[in-house]
């Protein structure tokens, strides 16, 4: 799998969109970019993948850059229940699920 | 979303005892389930993939023969930390793969062992 780098924290003011961008360098064509949150002694949880399009949600919006590289995930108005560990992970989409995780980048939102 | 729980929440268990942490997929069916540990301030660690009907496959470096899972049915997997040591105290998740496109992953809620 291909390595992903994050900054390691991050703070954003409540109610202002929060940036959390993803380095991919070495991602393979076949590669997709998952976003995941753990927020503290929970369960990680799902956000968003892409291929190559920018996607939407209702959580975030993922930015890919056209050379695949990096990636940016948009959190439209933070508020402090997103403050949490945010992973960046790429993974081949036939590998069965299998998660490996980085370091991430905690986020602070703050009031 | 579908739901994945873990049991118990939390364990204290003295050291040289065994342990055991139940998985359960409780709205869909998982052939497959996860094992992660993750440690305080650190990322988590995969550990193994169960697999229903057959022997998980272990990560390099994990000990299989210490860290036993079996998966007895699609819905549940257990993975047993046998002969605890403090060492061994972490917070333990596990996941399963959705059935819709295999693309996201449910998380159980975590399991905190403490070996005293």
């Known amino acids: 799998d291909a390595k992903t780098t994050q900054p390691p924290s991050m703070d954003c003011a409540e109610g202002r969109a929060a940036n959390l961008p993803c380095n991919h360098s070495?991602?393979?064509?076949?590669?997709?970019v998952y976003w995941y949150r753990q927020i503290h002694s929970q369960g990680p949880q799902y956000i968003i993948h892409?291929?190559?399009n920018n996607e939407t949600n209702e959580m975030a919006s993922l930015i890919i850059t056209e050379d695949r590289k990096s990636s940016t995930l948009i959190l439209p108005h933070a508020t402090l229940r997103d403050t949490a560990v945010y992973y960046c992970?790429?993974?081949?989409?036939?590998?069965?699920?299998?998660?490996?995780f980085g370091q991430g980048t905690e986020l602070s939102v703050k009031p | 979303g579908a739901v994945v729980s873990q049991h118990p929440s939390r364990v204290i268990c003295k050291s040289g005892t065994s342990v055991k942490i139940e998985c359960r997929s409780l709205?869909?069916?998982?052939?497959?389930m996860f094992w992660y540990r993750q440690f305080p301030k650190q990322s988590l660690m995969l550990m193994a993939t169960?697999?229903?009907?057959?022997?998980?496959?272990?990560e390099q470096g994990v000990e299989k023969d210490k860290f036993l899972i079996n998966h007895a049915s699609l819905t549940l997997s257990t993975l047993t930390v046998t002969s605890a040591h403090p060492e061994d105290s972490s917070f333990y998740i596990c996941?399963?793969?959705?059935?819709?496109?295999?693309?996201?992953?449910?998380f159980g809620p975590g399991t905190r062992l403490t070996v005293t």
């Open positions: 996941s399963a793969p959705g059935t819709s496109g295999n693309y996201e992953q449910y």
């Open positions: 070495t991602i393979s064509g076949n590669e997709y």
């Open positions: 892409g291929l190559k």
């Open positions: 992970i790429v993974r081949d989409g036939n590998q069965g699920g299998k998660l490996i």
């Open positions: 709205d869909f069916q998982a052939t497959t």
């Open positions: 169960s697999n229903e009907g057959s022997k998980a496959t272990y």
